[in-house]
Nanobody, 125 residues
Framework: QVQLVESGGGLVQPGGSLRLSCVAS????????IAWFRQAPGKEREGVSC???????YYGDDVEGRFTISRDNAKNTVDLQMNSLQPEDTGVYYC???????????????????WGQGTQVTVSS
C-alpha cells in the first residue's frame, strides 16, 4: 500500500525547534518530488517547502532561512527541520509526493497525489 506517515509534531515554545519526518512505504522516493504543506484553522493549505528528485530545495517566503527540507533516499524519508518557530507556524503539517514532469518541484497542493495524514505543530508559550 502506498503510504506516507509524518511524525515529530508537538508543542513548542516560540523560538524553539522541531524536526518532522516523513516515511514512505509501498514506493520509493527516488523519482518523486516531495513537499511539506501546512494548514492552520480557517486558512488554506500552504506549501511550505519541496525537494526535487535531484535534491534541489525550495521554500516559502515565510519559512526560508528557518526551515530546511532534506531527503534520505536510502531511508526512504524526507525531513523538515524547523527552527526559530513562531506562533504563525502553528498548524497541521502534511508531507506529499508526486511524480514530477521534470527535475523541479512545486508547492501547490493539487499537484500532489500521495498524502500523509498530518502531524500537529503548535507554537505557543
Amino acid at each position: 500500500q502506498v503510504q506516507l506517515v509524518e511524525s515529530g509534531g508537538g508543542l513548542v515554545q516560540p523560538g524553539g525547534s522541531l524536526r518532522l519526518s516523513c516515511v514512505a512505504s509501498g514506493f520509493t522516493l527516488d523519482y518523486y518530488a516531495i513537499a511539506w504543506f501546512r494548514q492552520a484553522p480557517g486558512k488554506e493549505r500552504e506549501g511550505v517547502s519541496c525537494t526535487s528528485t535531484i535534491g534541489n530545495t525550495y521554500y516559502g517566503d515565510d519559512v526560508e532561512g528557518r526551515f530546511t527540507i532534506s531527503r534520505d533516499n536510502a531511508k526512504n524519508t524526507v525531513d523538515l527541520q524547523m527552527n526559530s518557530l513562531q506562533p504563525e507556524d502553528t498548524g497541521v503539517y502534511y508531507c506529499a509526493a508526486t511524480l514530477p514532469s521534470g527535475s523541479s518541484c512545486g508547492r501547490v497542493a493539487i499537484e500532489y497525489d500521495i498524502w500523509g495524514q498530518g502531524t500537529q505543530v503548535t507554537v505557543s508559550s
